[in-house]
């Protein structure tokens, strides 16, 4: 196995504290948002076999069967299918959509056939792969995930009291379903900016009078004034996980992360469609293509129990699976299956994998057909395939 190291993104949105106080280092001021453990061409991990240091994806590409088992190149291709993530928010994310595999791939080839240049800011797709994802709290995470049933959504936006979100609520009450969530979502993107400006601010100063359930919704405007994906933000619910709970995301789900430290495993892509709360490209009429319209509660999934005390967490996706290990002092060591690539992160504690010790944000890269076994105390999350 191979200890990785890997890149720390500096998006604007990541808490300048919370990865550093996990890996014991001062913080530099500022922001770090992610740290990306995986192959993804954006920001590779790095290794040393002895021969200096290279990229995983290198190393994959050089030998996929080798890294990746024969059956998992066989079913996802010579590449490593999923990307493990540190991801410290300490300000929303943008309200977000990821695309289902064949938009992926439609989307992708059609940007392709017409030469959007693959960096360029109005480009919607990286790559031609969906993007599902997990995300497991490390502390107190909150997010919002999912649209509202109509009926609910109009009785937050009434509450207000703002007389221009009145025709929203109309529109929630008066049609199914699907073609309101469709409608009034379309409404508030397409709305005047300038007008939108107005009922952002008056619905802002609002939710922050009242609290309670508004009060998520009041921190956006401070971090986008004006912006209407703070009206879009309104249709969603609001989740609060605790440490050890999880939330998975499929495609076309709207969502946003708004504050929290967490690990989170997603199939290894970066296409992300945005419906406001960014200075980013908002393409509207690919984002309503991508969008599911119903509504739907994420809850929170709880680690359920598996052989040799792993705790996985379910998904309903084959690219990934996410499981924890709660190492005792004193516990016997505990041999993983080597039928494919995995990757190991510790959060807590001194653990070994292997003759490796490990210190809380580090991981290791373990190739399928190598036998890991995790001992001492702390607690490591595993990434690896489904399948």
Request: proline share 10%; glycine share 10%.
């Amino acid at each position: 196995m191979d200890r990785l190291t890997n890149t720390i993104r500096p998006y604007a949105w990541g808490s300048a504290t919370a990865i550093p106080a996990l890996l014991g280092v001062a913080p530099t001021g500022e922001p770090q948002a992610e740290m990306w453990m995986g192959a993804h061409p954006g920001a590779p991990s790095r290794l040393d076999r002895g021969a200096g240091a290279t990229t995983l994806s290198a190393v994959i590409e050089a030998d996929p069967e080798g890294e990746l088992g024969a059956a998992a190149v066989a079913r996802f291709g010579p590449r490593l299918p999923f990307l493990l993530k540190l991801l410290a928010a300490g300000a929303p994310l943008s309200l977000q959509v990821h695309p289902d595999l064949a938009q992926a791939r439609e989307g992708f080839a059609d940007e392709e056939r017409r030469g959007v240049p693959i960096d360029a800011g109005h480009r919607n797709y990286k790559d031609a792969n969906h993007k599902p994802e997990m995300l497991c709290a490390l502390t107190p995470f909150d997010g919002l995930c999912g649209f509202r049933p109509p009926t609910e959504a109009a009785d937050l936006l009434e509450g207000l009291d703002v007389d221009s979100l009145k025709p929203y609520v109309d529109l929630l009450r008066a049609q199914p379903e699907e073609a309101a969530l469709r409608e009034v979502l379309t409404a508030v993107l397409a709305a005047d900016r300038t007008e939108m400006a107005r009922t952002v601010t008056e619905a802002g100063a609002a939710a922050e009078r009242l609290g309670g359930p508004y009060t998520p919704y009041a921190s956006l405007v401070h971090a986008y004034p004006g912006d209407p994906g703070v009206i879009a933000a309104m249709l969603l619910n609001h989740f609060r996980l605790q440490p050890g709970e999880a939330v998975f995301l499929g495609a076309g789900v709207p969502h946003a992360y708004l504050d929290g430290l967490g690990v989170e495993l997603l199939a290894n892509s970066d296409n992300v469609l945005r419906a406001g709360l960014t200075p980013k490209h908002v393409d509207v009429p690919e984002l309503l293509k991508v969008v599911r319209f119903e509504s739907g509660d994420p809850g929170a999934l709880r680690p359920e129990a598996g052989d040799d005390g792993e705790e996985v967490y379910p998904a309903p996706i084959d690219e990934f699976r996410l499981s924890r290990f709660a190492l005792a002092p004193g516990g016997a060591p505990r041999a993983l299956p080597d039928t494919a690539p995995q990757i190991l992160l510790c959060t807590a504690g001194a653990p070994r994998a292997g003759e490796l010790t490990l210190a809380p944000g580090e991981s290791v890269f373990v190739p399928a057909g190598e036998r890991a076994v995790l001992s001492g105390a702390g607690t490591v999350f595993r990434a690896t395939l489904a399948v």
